[in-house]
């Protein structure tokens, strides 16, 4: 059974909730006029689209379209429903929702993701209590002390250790009556041959992997001597998915917002050394090239990144699969460590300060890939060859010509061959690579501007007088777009008075594709008087008269050549009747 969440509820979490601060935990806004604008975390842009009406507590795209209020937020960036959406906000914000269980079905108190991040954050104090437990613990404890990981970042990290049972988790979580079936569809458990199940998680340190929210979507779990798996990570799960997830940010996103830098590591124990040395703009990989939806999460705190890489094979391999990113607006830089160290070892032995120093000195992505090659092949005739085809394959993969120009650019200035010769062969390239990111832009409306604004003067301007001159002059039964009369009477039938309440799409429409329209017409930059409200109107009115004159002189002309007199008698008075309400508009009266 669905679970309702009372609509007073909902409208004192969307009370409490202001929009461009929670927009702001994932996007860099700016001020601009009345509204934010920022880089929209929806789809890749390299210009700001994406724009945010404090007044209003809306957001529209003017790039992909998406736009809505805080609930529509969150559940479009996080991939959650609308009552996960209000739940986390209510705890965010201290109100209570209550629960109703009315009966036995509907003691189903959360949705399925719901249940996975509860049963998760179980398994994480599960996993914690065992590592800080002097008897159970000891062993895992003393690894972490000998990794120099401090007590205080193990409470911090929520750290843990899975026991070397086979069932020490599943019989836990099956004390607190969670259903089998669950703990597997959370990843952390298996099913055997004989039909049962046995923990995933066994005699290793346990990292919990949490998302921007810090709400626990899975864990990874490192063996303490040289067995293998290493590191072994919970599969995709219905709350979890490797491509979309970067171990820390719950943790490290603030800071990567005030140093306008992150670095990104490739695991946790990489993670925790940058910490435990006070660095803590970080974030780490899991065990997954850098992809499109990381840098979509990230990008709203940091546009400028650094990958760090222990050796130039690595850090080669990594910056290839990573070309994809200069078309999202990152300033992506990479950072290979001396040989022989990782970011642990390299902050033990030279200490944050040094690392720093290198990080400033870390070479731009199309930098480094075209030194490497030139090192790599040589400035000869065949090793410039070499070069040219190597680096062809990324830059065929920027999709933005003006970048990828000025790489050609400065390719051609490194190995001496003419831009167009290096051009002709990235071309070549293009026509036999796949497309880029695609982002689906709804398709222009065609209708009168005039209508246009008279909707956004009923959203922006709703006044009560101005309301009743639109329903008393049929202003509505005017509009020639089906599209904005069907809005725009469902927002004089919606319409909200009480400037002291929240803007509530919901109420007006529950239609998704309306609801955007009504957000973008929302946010446009208009500025709205009595008068001026009452001088559109009229020049509408007008306007739509003069169309319906001159539809009815043409039937009026028809009707008299086939001498029908009955019909020509109703259009006469029709006549008679738009002339009088024309009269009426230019004198700024009602009809």
Known sequence: MAIIIPEDK???????????????????????????????????????????????????????????????FIMESDGISFTETVRKLAAKYGIEIPDRQTSASGKREYSEREKLFTINKLARDYFHSQLIDNNTG?????????????????????????????????????????????????????????????????????????????RVTGFGGRVMDDSMPKYLNSPETPVYSKSRSLYGLHMTKQRCRQEGMAYIVEGYMDLLALCRHGINNVV???????????????????????????????????????????????????????????????????????????????????????????????????????????????????????????????????????????????????????????????????????????????????????????????????????????IGQKVIDNTNTDASKPFDLRMITQDREEQRLIVSLSVKEYRWDYEGCRSLLNQFMSSSSIRDDRLLDIEIQVAEEKNDQETLIKLLEEKQRLVKEKYTALKGGYS
């Open 10 to 72: 909902v409208a004192d979490v969307k009370n409490a909730a202001d929009i461009v601060d929670i927009v702001s935990e994932s996007v860099i806004l700016k001020k601009a006029g009345k509204n934010y604008v920022g880089l929209c975390p929806f789809h890749s842009e390299k210009t700001p689209s994406f724009s945010v009406n404090a007044d209003k507590q809306i957001y529209h795209c003017f790039g992909c379209g998406v736009g809505g209020d805080v609930i529509s």
């Open 284 to 486: 780490a990989t899991l065990g997954t090239a850098l992809t499109q939806e990381h840098v979509l999460i990230l990008k709203g705190h940091s546009r400028k990144v650094t990958l760090v890489y222990d050796s130039d094979e690595a850090g080669i391999k990594a910056a290839a699969r990573c070309v994809h990113i200069l078309n999202n607006d990152v300033e992506p830089r990479i950072l290979v460590l001396s040989q022989g160290f990782d970011p642990d070892s390299y902050l033990s032995e030279f200490g944050p300060e040094a690392f720093k120093k290198e990080a400033g000195s870390a070479m731009g992505l199309m930098d480094f890939l075209t030194d490497f090659a030139v090192k790599n092949y040589g400035l000869s005739v065949d090793g410039i060859m070499n070069v040219i085809s190597e680096m062809k394959i990324h830059l065929a993969r920027i999709d933005d010509k003006v970048k990828r120009s000025l790489y050609i650019k400065k390719l051609s200035e490194t190995i001496g061959v003419d831009e167009a010769a290096i051009l002709e062969k990235v071309r070549e390239e293009c026509g036999r690579k796949s497309g880029g990111m695609k982002v689906n832009v709804p398709e222009k409306q065609k209708w009168s501007r005039m209508e246009e604004s008279i909707l956004v003067m009923m959203l922006q301007f709703p006044d009560p007088d101005i309301m009743g001159e639109i329903k008393k002059r049929k202003v509505l039964y005017r509009f020639k777009s089906e599209t904005l009369k069907a």
């Open 138 to 214: 000891k062993n895992a404890l003393g690894y972490l002390e000998r990794r120099g990981i401090t007590r205080q970042i193990v409470d911090n990290f929520s750290l843990g250790y899975a026991p070397p049972g086979w069932e020490g988790l599943k019989r836990f979580l099956s004390g607190k009556r969670v259903p089998e079936s669950l703990i597997e569809k959370a990843g952390l458990i298996i099913s055997n041959q004989r039909g049962g199940f046995y923990d995933r998680f066994r005699n290793r340190v346990i990292f919990p992997i949490c998302d921007a929210g810090a």
